[in-house]
């Protein structure tokens, strides 16, 4: 393998092309990214007098094996020393909360919150619990999330904390989401062991295997439950940029819109709007839709599979207040659809992470995410809505729900259009259809990024990586 092109500089381009460069069969690579900067959704804003504002992603999981793999490059990457970890017994932790019939209520957690009635529950979750092991396995080959939890655990349990939950990953609708592709190991827990309680318990089937390395085993020694970093999460996009730009193999274009791709005697030409480049195989990180839009005619069945991959507009608006202003201690709350179709939650950002807050005073920081599946339906079309009514609608809610009624001193408003996309009822058919058209017609070609095999930053950098193995058939 000579030159590999690898189409986006979100997170999941950067991941493929470092495992890429780690690889000595490679002898270079091409990173095309159409805006002027890398990362993606990956994107803080560093204020000069030292406050950090996420606009995406805000804490990064250390579990599973994907938490473990990121952590590795993390280390790898020498940012060990800018991490700043929550572990599971801060409040941050502890506490999430819902925001229901007007009020916010904690979210059950421990054994106290299993055997009680807990409002906004009616009776204890232990009931459902209990009885879960007694229903049937579904015979359906997918379900959706809010089906297959009604029928396991009760609708309540689906009406408001899964309906919920799908709205703080996914910004989506559980009545449409996929159980099988948005929470993998529910799924499997179900097909192997006939329960979810069971699928716990006993394990249900082979997950990735990744050995830990010293940072993820300190991950594990000191219980983290999410991490960030010292100057917000884009430095993680940041650092892999300069080690790929110190390999002396990777060439990354910034402003370097792909437009086309064309089939050629070695592999493809790869169209931009002032040159070609070639290469022998092309990585694609761009979202499905934008890959779908640059594929030649004759790849017809996959464009329309790409095409056919729904992502949500999301409106993230930070806002930073003075003084000590929350009533509860915590992540953040969570909005059920019944209860506010458009508002989907808070997250309380001065709590898990006090060292973003501006060093010189007491200050709080929050951030209102608002749309996703409801947001034509709430707010009209993403085109039309104005940055002063979308700051009215969060700053309204800060009020309402957290009884904040003093004006926010500092606030951004971002539109993030088309940013997370909606693994539907049968999206795996879609993926294995799509990786099989590759494979049939030997298309020097890879799927990655978060269209495809998970949404999460952990997920979309082991995508990268299950890229590079595959192409190359090696660990990396
Ligand atoms: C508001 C929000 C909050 C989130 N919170 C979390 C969280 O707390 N934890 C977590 O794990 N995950 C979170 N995520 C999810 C995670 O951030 C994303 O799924 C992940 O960053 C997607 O990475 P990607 O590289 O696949 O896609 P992207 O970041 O979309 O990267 C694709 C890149 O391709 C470029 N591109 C598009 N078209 C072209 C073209 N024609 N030519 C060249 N380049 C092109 C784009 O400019 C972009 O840089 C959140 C996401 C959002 C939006
Ligand atoms: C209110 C909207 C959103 C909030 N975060 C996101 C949205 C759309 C996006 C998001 N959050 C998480 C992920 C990654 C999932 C993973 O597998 O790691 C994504 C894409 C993390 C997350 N956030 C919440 C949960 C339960 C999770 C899963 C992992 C974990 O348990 O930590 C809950 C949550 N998200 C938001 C709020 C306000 C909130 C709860 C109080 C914001």
Redesign the pocket.
Known sequence: MRTVAV???????LAASYYLCKNPQVTKVIV????SR?????WSTRRSDGAVFE???????PAGAVGRNTLNMVDDLGLGGEILPVTYSHVASKNRYLYVKGQLHRMPSGISGLVRTVPPFSRPILLSVASEILVKKGKEDDESIHSFVSRRLGKELADIAVDSLCRGVFAGDCRQLSVRSCFPPLYKAEQRRGSLILGMLLGSGPTPVVSPGPLAQRSINESWAQWSLRRGVESLPESIADYLQQSGKVELHKE????QIRPSASGWQVHLEDGVVSADHVIS???AK?LSS?LPPSCQPLIQQLQDVSSVT?A?INLEYEGSVLPVMGFGHLVPSSEDRGLLGVVYDSVPFPQHNRPDGQTTRLTV?MGGAWFQEVFGSPEAVTEEQLLARATEAVRCHLGVTTAPSWSLVAL?RD??PQYYLGHFLKVESMRSFIRENNLPLSLT???YDG????D?IFSGRTAVEELLGTGV
Do not use: Y
């Open positions: 189409l986006g500089g979100g997170i999941g381009g095309l990214e159409s805006s890398f990362g993606g959704w990956l606009h995406g992603p805000r804490g990064i999981r370097a819109a792909v437009k990180a761009l979202p934008a640059v999301v993230v995410m993030h940013c997370i990024g978060s269209s949404v999460s930053v952990n979309v």
